[in-house]
Each structure stands twice: as C-alpha cells, then as structure tokens.
C-alpha cells in the first residue's frame, strides 16, 4: 500500500536488503550490459543508483516532502499552515519563492540531509507549541493527526512555471532527491499542461509516493469543488497515476489541511516513503533499459557450425596437407617394403611433408643435429601451406557471418553488433592461428609393423638374388679361366644360382608391388586418423577466434537481462 494514502499507519515496506539488491543488480547491468544499452538509459540509471547508494548512506530516518506546483498555487501558503508559522514568504508579485525552504519536524539531526538536498533555508518546527493560527490570517492546520510528524522533512518549492527559468531548474533538481510529491494545484491552473506533461506523467511511476492537491477551494462552491476534485482525478490517471485521489485544501479556511497532515504523517510513520521513491526509480531506470535487451539469447554450442568448421579447415589447408601426409605415408611405406634395388628412386621425389615444413610434427625425435629448414620453422611458427585463396577466404569470411547471425538473431541492434565485433576483425591473426594449428597436430604415427616385416622378406630376397647373382658370377669368372667348376647344386635342371636369382629378383618385386597396394589403403587410413586431429585443431581455433567471444557476449547480455529483470522485477 502506499505510504501517503489514507489509513493509518499501515504500509507495505520497502526494506533496505531490498532496495540495496535492487541497487546492487542495477549497477551490476550497468557493467554488465556495458556500451550495449541505450547511453541516455545509462545516464538515469547511474543518476538512480548514485542516487540510491547516497540517500541510503544518509544517516536518520527522515522523510523529505516536497510540495511543487505552479506559481500562485499556493505551496507557501500551504508550508506555513503544516509547519504552523509564517516562515515561508507569500506574496503578491509572482512568483515569489526561488529557493527551497525546509521545516524540519522532530530531534533527529537532518543537516546532513539537507546538505545533501543542497537546502540552506531550514527551520525546525516547534512540535510543542499549539497549532497555528493560520498564515495569512488562516485558521490552518487544526486536529490531531495519528502518529508522529517526527522525521518530516517538508520543502517549499520554487515554482516550475513561471518566466524564472532558474526555479523551474530549483524544482526539478530538488524533485529528483524527494521522497514524496505534492502537487499543489489551484481552480485556475489544475488542467495546466505544463504541470501534468512534464512533471506529472513523467513522475507517475511513483504513484505510490504522489499526491494531488486542489488548494484555494475556499473559492469555489462546495458542487464546483467536487467536479473540479474529481476532473483532476481523471487527469491523473491519464497522467498515469493510478488510484489518484485529490485533496481539496484551503489556508484560508483551513479545509484538508488536517486530512493533508494525516497523510504525511502516514508516509513518516511507514519510514518506506524514501525507498519507495528509490524503488520506483530503479524499476524505472531498469525497465527502461530492458527495452534494449531481448527475452533470451541462443545457445552457441546448439548453432550450426559445421560450414564454419570446414571452410575454416579449407583455409588452414588441410585438404593440401592430407594429401601430403598420404603421399608421405605411400613415400616411406615405398622406403620400408619396397624392392631392396628399386628403393634408391625414392631419393628422386622431395618428402611432401617437408616441403610444408611439417616435416617435424609427428613428434618424432629429431634425427639431425644441425638447424635445418623445420627448425626455423618451429621458431617462426610457420607453415609453408600456400596462404588461402580469395574464394578460400570469403567462404570463411561468409560462415563466420553465417554463425555470427544465427548467434544473433532476435537480438537488439547494439547485441548484434557486440557479437560481430567480438569475432575475429580480419587482422590475421585467425589465419595465424590455423596455421600454428596445423602445425601443432601430429601428422604422422607408428610405423606400421608390417613394414618392417616386408623389410626383412625384401632384405632377405634382396641377399638371395644377390648371392645367386655373385654365384653366377663366380661360376662365370672360372669358365673364363678355364678353371675347374665345382658341382653346382640344381633345382630340377635348373642350377640353384639362377633360382635363387631369378626367384630373389621376382618375389622381391611381386612382394614390393603388392605392398605398394596395401600401403594405398594405409595411406587412406592414415589420412582419416590425421584428417580427425587437424579438424579437432581446426575446430579449437574456431572455438576460440569465434564461438568464445561470441558466447562472452551472449553471456554478458544474459547477465544484463537478469540482472535488469531482478532490478525492476
Ligand atoms: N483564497 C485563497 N488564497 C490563497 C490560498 N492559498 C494561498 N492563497 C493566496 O495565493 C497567493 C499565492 O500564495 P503563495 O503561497 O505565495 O503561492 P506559491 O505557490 O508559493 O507561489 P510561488 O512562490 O510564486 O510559486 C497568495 O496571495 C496567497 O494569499 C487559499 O487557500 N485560498
Ligand atoms: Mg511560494
């Protein structure tokens, strides 16, 4: 319930763990959001939440009333009658209050406050003495009100509408600070535009805290003061207010102002009246800003990204580099099984991986002493894979905006545009991070153990023939010399030499071709095994140029909203 409505003392209290966690969550979306939410929302919600933090550090339970209105509305006239003394000036030329003044009820130390409030002119209210006869020969404020008055802190306002631009400047300032508003009115300016556009409506959020008076109503005939009381309830609601009730108020007949007092002591009583304002200003502030912040925001490890990893692989080379690594594999599978006396060709092809310079990532220990290409390689942290392509690069370029806008989507502008930024800005340093991954990953594995059962088959065939050969030759050399030729063994008729010889030779190279077609299939297989760790390479810098940053700031916009949506909730 509101604290200034009528009824006892009954209000429902805003208490400071809530207004401090609403603080807290307020300027928490501030950092949170960051450059993404509306700079003019930004502005008021730092004003509220300095504002908060200051007004809660503010010592004494007080309850500060303003009383604002056009010139003439009688806010003067009104002070004097509630504090019960002539201390404000009322007078006939227009407008004539330009600072604020303050009437101070109770003991508690309010100069801190009022310091704050930047109010010099103070006067502290004798509580004891009887009421007032009345300002400008009012009877005023009579009765007794329920409760205590102590910790009111009641402000005459300059008017906002008079040619002294500097009092409307004086109100607005000090309307900003207050914990609750009275807007006193009169017959003649209650409709005003001035009073319900600009200050009315813009402060309706803090209906709980508002008031409306239609003062000098001794003036009109007590029908006419109804109707009057009851238009300027509609145009309250209009203005936003809900349940707006008016006052009617004379100090000259001394009409509403008990009933004006009673509520004012309902607000002291509630000591919520402060963080009500405070409140309904954060909720103000965070609601504003929450426009600019979208109900929810995507997964990115649920957003395709299968385009984004293969055009990111293509222009790390992979496909080049695959293709070396089966070479490689075919090369060496050819250097291990191939046929003993056809191996020496093999020196004839350069080694595909070393032409990359990726000679050296399989991890193998270093056969060389001497710095060689791969060494300088390794310091550089660079391949030899040919740079992408301009149709490499605008594929990735594509699917990175591809991701970026899925990621995105249903975002506000600002939000998507923090997503874009976050990726990778074209500055190389993606490229540098494909090739240091390529480079990274292992592209070779154990030697295959049938290679080196071949190798000992071929070496063995490779003796034979050889023997059969130097046999032969032997044989050939006495025959020369006319030598005796000792017994050659045969098989069947055919001498043991040429057997070995022509079987070494045959079933050397039948067993070198069937290995070449085996080592087919290993390099197909080795090339799988290599193309699974390049795309999980691959896949890491995607993760850590792309989807990183653009899961940081989709966090970020989550922490904003909920923190947004806890400050207002
Ligand atoms: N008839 C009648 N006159 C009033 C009433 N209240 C104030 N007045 C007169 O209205 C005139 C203006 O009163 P102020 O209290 O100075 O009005 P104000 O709103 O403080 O004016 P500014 O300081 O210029 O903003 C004075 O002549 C008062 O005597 C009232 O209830 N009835
Ligand atoms: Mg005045």
Not at 105 to 132: C, F, I, K, M
Not at 148 to 156: K, N
Request: hydrophobic share 45%; charged share 25%.
């Amino acid at each position: 319930m509101s604290p200034i409505r009528m009824g006892r003392a009954s209000v429902r209290a805003v208490s400071a763990a809530e207004l401090g966690s609403r603080t807290t969550d307020l300027s928490m979306a501030l950092v949170s959001g960051a450059d993404e939410l509306d700079p003019s929302g930004v502005t008021v919600a730092r004003r509220v939440v300095d504002k908060a933090v200051e007004r809660s550090g503010i010592g004494g339970d007080h309850t500060v009333v303003a009383l604002a209105g056009a010139t003439g509305s009688g806010k003067s006239s009104l002070f004097n009658a509630l504090v019960g003394a002539d201390v404000a000036t009322i007078g006939a030329r227009r407008p004539t209050t330009s600072r604020p003044t303050a009437g101070l009820w109770g003991d508690s130390d309010a100069s801190e406050l009022l310091d704050w409030l930047g109010v010099a002119a103070r006067h502290v209210v004798d509580t004891g003495a009887a009421p007032a006869k009345g300002t400008a020969g009012a009877p005023a404020a009579s009765g007794q009100v329920a409760g205590s008055l102590d910790g009111l802190v009641l402000l005459d306002l300059p008017d906002f509408d008079s040619r002294e631009l500097a009092h409307r400047r004086e109100a607005e300032r000090v309307l900003e600070l207050v914990d609750v508003f009275v807007w006193v009115t009169d017959p003649q300016k209650y409709a005003d535009a001035r009073l319900h556009d600009e200050f009315v409506s813009l402060l309706s959020q803090h209906d709980a805290v508002t008031l409306a008076v239609l003062n000098q109503s001794d003036r009109l005939a007590p029908e006419a003061v109804k109707t009057l009381t009851q238009d300027l309830s509609k145009l309250l609601v209009a203005d936003g207010v809900t349940d707006a009730k008016v006052l009617a108020t004379s100090t000259v007949t001394g009409q509403g102002i008990a009933e004006l007092k009673q509520r004012l002591a309902n607000a002291v009583a509630g000591h919520a009246a402060s963080r009500q304002r405070l409140k309904a200003d954060i909720i103000g502030a965070a609601t504003k800003l929450r426009a600019g912040v979208a109900d929810s925001e995507a997964d990115v490890g649920r957003v395709p990204r299968d385009e984004l990893d293969v055009s990111l692989a293509r222009a790390a080379g992979v496909p080049i580099v695959l293709d070396a690594v089966a070479r490689d594999y075919r090369r060496e599978a050819f250097a291990h099984t191939g046929w003993l006396f056809a191996r020496w060709t093999k020196g004839f092809a350069a080694d595909p991986l070393r032409r990359l310079r990726l000679d050296r990532t399989g991890g193998r220990p270093p056969i060389h002493v001497e710095i060689d290409g791969a060494d300088v390689r390794a310091v550089l942290g660079r391949s030899s894979i040919p740079a992408p392509t301009v149709s490499t690069a605008s594929a990735v370029d594509l699917a990175t905006r591809t991701f970026v806008r899925e990621a995105s989507q249903g975002l506000p502008v600002r939000w998507t545009q923090a997503v874009e930024d976050a990726v990778d800005g074209g500055d190389g340093a993606l490229t540098d991070s494909l090739d240091r991954a390529v480079i990274g990953t292992s592209l070779r594995a154990r030697r295959p153990v049938w290679w080196f059962v071949v190798n000992v088959l071929q070496w063995v065939l490779g003796l034979v023939a050889l023997v059969g050969l130097i046999w032969y030759a032997v044989l050939w050399g006495l025959a020369l010399l006319q030598l005796p030729r000792p017994e050659t063994p045969s098989v069947g008729i055919v001498p043991l030499p040429l057997v070995m010889l022509v079987a070494g030779v045959l079933v050397g190279i039948g067993l070198g071709v069937l290995s070449r077609w085996w080592a087919r299939i290993g390099a197909r297989h080795r090339r799988t095994v290599v193309a699974k760790r390049l795309t999980e390479s691959v896949a890491m810098v995607a993760d850590e140029h792309i989807l990183i940053p653009v899961d940081e700031v989709l966090m970020r916009h989550r922490e904003t909203r909920e923190h947004l949506e806890a400050a207002a909730g």
